[in-house]
């Protein structure tokens, strides 16, 4: 009754291709955006921009490009940890040598390097698949947290061996370090983050994206049909490691302000984007936010039931968590491998037809 | 000659390191030839053995607390066998049945799923402190080797290799001579068409899991009595990927020698290249050799090269 | 059997010879493709007739004989070389992208004819909006043309056998070939299907003077829509001609053993 197409009838190839061809998606997108950025930022508070909001928007960006990789191109990646970390330094070398220079291009300049590692990384999808690549990108993972834990280069030679981001202000209002307020945080990853997605979104469903889908889906056919599979993977690399790479950045110098590199990007951050992917949805845009807010939102949940409501010792927790975590990837592949943004599609359909069922 | 000496420890050294490798590497073919799946969760199956058979040894166990007893080795071994067979039985049960249709992708991150839930379940079931593995393997240096031929090698490192020899004859055996190891080649080679004849799929799969989790029990009792039972064991199914790369992943004496070479190459490298750059380059070294390696021929040494066809 | 049909030479395969390992899949076959003719090539099974198309195609590389395409040699095609040179094709075994919809499908079939960069696909304003419009209205011309509208946006996985087909001749369709390849397009049918797969088949040899190479095993069909027919068995030419003459052939009768008076 409330969720309908019929009747709103296209009469123009613009409009049926539009990002969101039915009307009540189009309001839906716009009245949680404006809820996020109008409504959202006068409520935030420390706890809320730490411990929910930013890793949420961070993750789901990060998600958002390991999905263009693996959902939409067909590659598996384990090496999204350490990616992020070239992001992250990139960052803040950047920063360290033009402190001057808008933090946006600083961003921009940090997924265009990721973008190059990622690239040189890619390069052996040409000739190995499946895990022979997966196995490629790990690869990646130990050699670059390795170069960024033991080239002094990478962290301005200090001796904690860690990265601690500059006060940066963004057209007067500062950003990041413990000076920036959450609200500041918060709408400037938020601004980034939503740009990104959309352009994700125009990617996805133009030629490039259908190239990426004709290779995950069959790659002879596609390369008989006239696409290049060096182009494709490669250009799949490439914006993949530019959307994670940007997150590492946000990650490193909004959302921590200082990391680790063993530590913050090691394989299970790897692991954590993939569980993102698997559980929001892959090949999926919507998916990718849906996965982050559940992997975020759940072990919060988990922690408060588990340590405030039964007593549970904060390490047993953990364990829990683990297994927990480890039981939903199983479930979700084995019941709905499309993930949460599928559920959400047959929800949908489901009310197109409400009140009747058939 | 003290420089060739110390080359030839580390060439042996190497060696026997690589032994350990092809041990984990060998658990990931077993399951890879016989169902296509390429199971992240075996190193987390080798660390789950182990605890499993601490448990049984040691008086801080359940088992202990139960019982009110410990097992003696040669009890507590095949007991932790029985309960990786049993741990078999339930990955099949309530999960390898219900994907048998999904590609390998899917089933591959199934796997890692799997990993994280053998690794909560142990940690809540054992702890997740350092546990000594001790059932009785000759510890320390060769005294023999030292006297004659002023060799330092581990004794417990030629243990195991000796023991990895035996696994990988006994496996070859079950293989060509047994009935149940040609219904798994069969399977191997065409799920549909060993169906057709009458090849029982869920029992292969669980056959094949529990040979596999024996596997693991032995390259866990080897790794657990080296440095400790602890999570970083897991880790060592890591290193095994690489193995598989040089070795193909559907070879048993691929993954021997794949071990080798990686086991060797990366001490080779720790030693003469890693003073260079800073040291700890056994973390990635391994991974890019065999990414080098795969730009060159990427079916690995001993799988074969593939026709595509459309 | 268009109007547009000369004797120009489209295609010609000189000596062609392909093997595998010890394997023969093809042995010294040379034949041509005259613009706009419906060139079939049938043989038993295992005769090398796919192997053929994968060779003119570029995906399978012969180790002796040239190919020539619009009048330039060479010794092997490239996939994408054939592709943008106007050579399209349908596979045995239905080659679709099983996670998209029919309309993306087919619009892969125009990704040769598209070229805005990222930057603008990502905007998706300007030149990158007018050139998914433009394409997006040829491949609906397509769509009509195969007559498949109400399944435009059905992912193809869900569709049945021979509307898969049709999806599939549409993508190729799509890339306004110059040379289609069709493998065993009728494969699998009912007369039905076979028979409106045939008129498209011979409309788009008509209205789009579009060459056409065929495999098919439907004798019937063959004869019927074809202008010139070769032979293949054990991946060596037994005959070539009109379908009247192949069909009087000896040699063809034998491999045939009497498969072909159907």
Redesign the interface.
Same mark, same amino acid.
């Given at each position: 009754m409330f969720y309908r197409e019929s009747g709103q009838l296209k009469s123009s190839y613009i409009a049926d291709q539009a990002m969101f061809p039915i009307a009540q998606d189009r309001w839906f997108v716009i009245g949680v955006l404006a809820v996020a950025f109008l409504v959202a930022p006068f409520f935030i508070n420390e706890y809320w921009a730490n411990a929910i909001l930013l890793p949420f928007l961070v993750y789901a960006l990060a998600a958002l490009g390991l999905n263009i990789l693996t959902g939409y191109c067909g590659q598996v990646s384990l090496g999204t940890g350490a990616f992020m970390a070239v992001g992250a330094y990139a960052s803040f070398k950047l920063v360290g040598f033009f402190p001057e220079l808008n933090f946006l291009i600083v961003l921009a300049l940090s997924g265009v390097v990721t973008a190059a590692v990622g690239m040189i990384f890619g390069l052996p999808s040409l000739r190995i698949k499946g895990f022979y690549l997966a196995v490629a990108t790990l690869a990646a993972q130990f050699f670059l947290v390795w170069m960024f834990n033991k080239v002094g280069w990478f962290y301005d030679y200090n001796l904690t061996g860690m990265i601690t981001v500059r006060p940066i202000d963004f057209f007067g209002i500062r950003i990041t370090g413990p000076e920036a307020t959450p609200a500041a945080k918060y709408l400037f990853t938020l601004t980034v983050v939503a740009v990104l997605a959309l352009s994700a979104k125009n990617i996805v469903r133009g030629r490039i994206g259908r190239e990426w889908m004709a290779i995950r889906d069959m790659d002879i056919a596609a390369e008989l049909i006239g696409i290049r599979p060096l182009q494709a993977k490669l250009s799949a690399f490439a914006v993949s490691s530019f959307y994670v790479g940007v997150a590492g950045a946000l990650y490193f110098a909004v959302y921590l302000g200082s990391v680790e590199p063993v530590e913050a990007f090691d394989i299970n951050q790897s692991f954590y984007v993939l569980f993102i992917i698997i559980i929001g949805g892959l090949g999926s845009v919507l998916g990718a936010f849906l996965g982050a807010a559940f992997i975020v939102l759940v072990p919060i949940l988990l922690k408060n039931i588990m340590v405030g409501g039964m007593g549970f010792d904060s390490g047993m927790a953990g364990h829990v968590e683990i297994l927990l975590m480890g039981l939903l990837i199983i479930f979700f592949l084995i019941v709905e491998p499309h993930g949460l943004a599928r559920l959400w599609q047959i929800a949908k359909e489901k009310l197109r037809l409400w009140p009747f069922p058939h | 000659m003290a420089f060739d000496i110390f080359l030839l420890e580390v060439i042996i050294s190497g060696l026997m390191t690589g032994v350990m490798y092809a041990l984990v590497a060998l658990g990931f073919v077993l399951i890879f030839k016989a169902s296509g799946i390429?199971n992240f969760a075996q190193g987390v199956m080798a660390l789950f053995a182990a605890l499993a058979l601490y448990d049984f040894l040691a008086e801080d166990g359940w088992f202990f607390a139960v019982f009110g007893f410990t097992l003696p080795v040669w009890l507590a071994i095949p007991a932790t066998g029985l309960i990786m067979v049993v741990l078999a039985w339930v990955i099949e049960r309530t999960?390898l049945r219900?994907?048998v249709k999904?590609n390998?992708?899917?089933l591959?991150?199934?796997t890692?799923?799997?990993?994280?839930?053998?690794?909560?379940?142990g940690?809540?079931l054992f702890g997740?402190d350092v546990k000594p593995l001790d059932i009785g393997i000759p510890q320390g240096a060769s005294d023999w080797l030292l006297d004659n031929f002023n060799l330092y090698i581990e004794q417990l490192e030629i243990f195991a290799a000796g023991t990895a020899a035996v696994l990988v004859v006994v496996l070859a055996i079950f293989f060509q001579r047994t009935r149940i190891g040609r219904a798994l080649r069969a399977v191997a080679d065409d799920h549909q068409a060993a169906l057709s004849v009458g090849v029982s799929l869920d029992k292969i799969w669980v056959i094949v899991w529990s040979v596999s989790g024996i596997v693991a029990l032995v390259a866990g009792i080897m790794w657990g009595s080296k440095s400790g039972v602890q999570f970083s064991l897991s880790l060592i199914a #890591?290193k095994a990927? &690489?193995v598989?790369?040089l070795g193909g992943?559907t070879s048993v004496p691929g993954a021997i020698v794949g071990g080798l070479i990686i086991g060797v190459g990366e001490k080779l490298a720790e030693v003469y290249i890693g003073p260079m750059?800073?040291?700890?380059?056994e973390?990635?070294f391994a991974?890019?050799l065999?990414?080098a390696f #795969?730009?060159f021929r &990427?079916q690995g040494l001993f799988g074969e090269r593939i026709?595509?066809?459309? | 059997m268009t109007d547009e049909q000369t004797n120009e030479t489209l295609l010609e395969v000189d000596a062609i010879s392909l093997s595998f390992g010890g394997v023969h899949a093809l042995v010294d076959v040379s034949f041509d493709i005259r613009k706009g003719e419906v060139r079939s090539i049938i043989g038993p099974n295992g005769a090398g007739k796919s192997s053929m198309l994968n060779v003119i195609n570029g995906f399978y590389h012969p180790q002796e004989g040239t190919i020539t395409y619009q009048g330039q040699a060479r010794k092997q095609m490239r996939p994408h070389d054939a592709a943008a040179g106007g050579i399209a094709r349908t596979f045995q075994n239905i080659a679709l992208f099983k996670g998209m919809s029919t309309l993306d499908n087919i619009m892969t079939g125009r990704n040769t004819h598209m070229s805005k960069s990222l930057f603008w696909q990502a905007l998706r304003i300007g030149p990158a909006q007018r050139e998914e419009i433009e394409n997006r209205e040829f491949v609906e011309h397509v769509i009509d043309f195969l007559e498949i509208q109400s399944i435009r946006k059905t992912p193809v996985g869900r569709l049945p056998y021979g509307l898969q087909k049709r999806v599939e001749l549409g993508r190729a369709l799509a890339a306004e070939p110059t040379l289609l390849l069709l493998d065993e397009p009728m494969a699998g049918m009912n007369l039905e299907e076979k028979e409106d797969m045939s008129r498209f088949i011979l409309e788009t040899n008509d209205e789009f003077g579009t060459t056409i190479a065929l495999i098919e095993h439907d004798m019937g069909v063959v004869m019927d829509i074809s202008d010139r027919v070769v032979v293949l068995d054990y991946g060596r030419k037994i005959a070539e001609g009109t379908p009247e003459e192949v069909r009087a052939n000896q040699d063809v009768i034998d491999a045939y053993l009497g498969v072909s008076h159907d």
């Amino acid at each position: 009754m409330f969720y309908r197409e019929s009747g709103q009838l296209k009469s123009s190839y613009i409009a049926d291709q539009a990002m969101f061809p039915i009307a009540q998606d189009r309001w839906f997108v716009i009245g949680v955006l404006a809820v996020a950025f109008l409504v959202a930022p006068f409520f935030i508070n420390e706890y809320w921009a730490n411990a929910i909001l930013l890793p949420f928007l961070v993750y789901a960006l990060a998600a958002l490009g390991l999905n263009i990789l693996t959902g939409y191109c067909g590659q598996v990646s384990l090496g999204t940890g350490a990616f992020m970390a070239v992001g992250a330094y990139a960052s803040f070398k950047l920063v360290g040598f033009f402190p001057e220079l808008n933090f946006l291009i600083v961003l921009a300049l940090s997924g265009v390097v990721t973008a190059a590692v990622g690239m040189i990384f890619g390069l052996p999808s040409l000739r190995i698949k499946g895990f022979y690549l997966a196995v490629a990108t790990l690869a990646a993972q130990f050699f670059l947290v390795w170069m960024f834990n033991k080239v002094g280069w990478f962290y301005d030679y200090n001796l904690t061996g860690m990265i601690t981001v500059r006060p940066i202000d963004f057209f007067g209002i500062r950003i990041t370090g413990p000076e920036a307020t959450p609200a500041a945080k918060y709408l400037f990853t938020l601004t980034v983050v939503a740009v990104l997605a959309l352009s994700a979104k125009n990617i996805v469903r133009g030629r490039i994206g259908r190239e990426w889908m004709a290779i995950r889906d069959m790659d002879i056919a596609a390369e008989l049909i006239g696409i290049r599979p060096l182009q494709a993977k490669l250009s799949a690399f490439a914006v993949s490691s530019f959307y994670v790479g940007v997150a590492g950045a946000l990650y490193f110098a909004v959302y921590l302000g200082s990391v680790e590199p063993v530590e913050a990007f090691d394989i299970n951050q790897s692991f954590y984007v993939l569980f993102i992917i698997i559980i929001g949805g892959l090949g999926s845009v919507l998916g990718a936010f849906l996965g982050a807010a559940f992997i975020v939102l759940v072990p919060i949940l988990l922690k408060n039931i588990m340590v405030g409501g039964m007593g549970f010792d904060s390490g047993m927790a953990g364990h829990v968590e683990i297994l927990l975590m480890g039981l939903l990837i199983i479930f979700f592949l084995i019941v709905e491998p499309h993930g949460l943004a599928r559920l959400w599609q047959i929800a949908k359909e489901k009310l197109r037809l409400w009140p009747f069922p058939h | 000659m003290a420089f060739d000496i110390f080359l030839l420890e580390v060439i042996i050294s190497g060696l026997m390191t690589g032994v350990m490798y092809a041990l984990v590497a060998l658990g990931f073919v077993l399951i890879f030839k016989a169902s296509g799946i390429f199971n992240f969760a075996q190193g987390v199956m080798a660390l789950f053995a182990a605890l499993a058979l601490y448990d049984f040894l040691a008086e801080d166990g359940w088992f202990f607390a139960v019982f009110g007893f410990t097992l003696p080795v040669w009890l507590a071994i095949p007991a932790t066998g029985l309960i990786m067979v049993v741990l078999a039985w339930v990955i099949e049960r309530t999960v390898l049945r219900f994907m048998v249709k999904q590609n390998e992708i899917i089933l591959f991150m199934a796997t890692i799923g799997l990993a994280f839930v053998l690794e909560g379940l142990g940690d809540i079931l054992f702890g997740s402190d350092v546990k000594p593995l001790d059932i009785g393997i000759p510890q320390g240096a060769s005294d023999w080797l030292l006297d004659n031929f002023n060799l330092y090698i581990e004794q417990l490192e030629i243990f195991a290799a000796g023991t990895a020899a035996v696994l990988v004859v006994v496996l070859a055996i079950f293989f060509q001579r047994t009935r149940i190891g040609r219904a798994l080649r069969a399977v191997a080679d065409d799920h549909q068409a060993a169906l057709s004849v009458g090849v029982s799929l869920d029992k292969i799969w669980v056959i094949v899991w529990s040979v596999s989790g024996i596997v693991a029990l032995v390259a866990g009792i080897m790794w657990g009595s080296k440095s400790g039972v602890q999570f970083s064991l897991s880790l060592i199914a #890591l290193k095994a990927l &690489p193995v598989l790369i040089l070795g193909g992943f559907t070879s048993v004496p691929g993954a021997i020698v794949g071990g080798l070479i990686i086991g060797v190459g990366e001490k080779l490298a720790e030693v003469y290249i890693g003073p260079m750059v800073g040291g700890a380059i056994e973390n990635w070294f391994a991974y890019m050799l065999a990414l080098a390696f #795969l730009l060159f021929r &990427p079916q690995g040494l001993f799988g074969e090269r593939i026709i595509e066809r459309v | 059997m268009t109007d547009e049909q000369t004797n120009e030479t489209l295609l010609e395969v000189d000596a062609i010879s392909l093997s595998f390992g010890g394997v023969h899949a093809l042995v010294d076959v040379s034949f041509d493709i005259r613009k706009g003719e419906v060139r079939s090539i049938i043989g038993p099974n295992g005769a090398g007739k796919s192997s053929m198309l994968n060779v003119i195609n570029g995906f399978y590389h012969p180790q002796e004989g040239t190919i020539t395409y619009q009048g330039q040699a060479r010794k092997q095609m490239r996939p994408h070389d054939a592709a943008a040179g106007g050579i399209a094709r349908t596979f045995q075994n239905i080659a679709l992208f099983k996670g998209m919809s029919t309309l993306d499908n087919i619009m892969t079939g125009r990704n040769t004819h598209m070229s805005k960069s990222l930057f603008w696909q990502a905007l998706r304003i300007g030149p990158a909006q007018r050139e998914e419009i433009e394409n997006r209205e040829f491949v609906e011309h397509v769509i009509d043309f195969l007559e498949i509208q109400s399944i435009r946006k059905t992912p193809v996985g869900r569709l049945p056998y021979g509307l898969q087909k049709r999806v599939e001749l549409g993508r190729a369709l799509a890339a306004e070939p110059t040379l289609l390849l069709l493998d065993e397009p009728m494969a699998g049918m009912n007369l039905e299907e076979k028979e409106d797969m045939s008129r498209f088949i011979l409309e788009t040899n008509d209205e789009f003077g579009t060459t056409i190479a065929l495999i098919e095993h439907d004798m019937g069909v063959v004869m019927d829509i074809s202008d010139r027919v070769v032979v293949l068995d054990y991946g060596r030419k037994i005959a070539e001609g009109t379908p009247e003459e192949v069909r009087a052939n000896q040699d063809v009768i034998d491999a045939y053993l009497g498969v072909s008076h159907d």
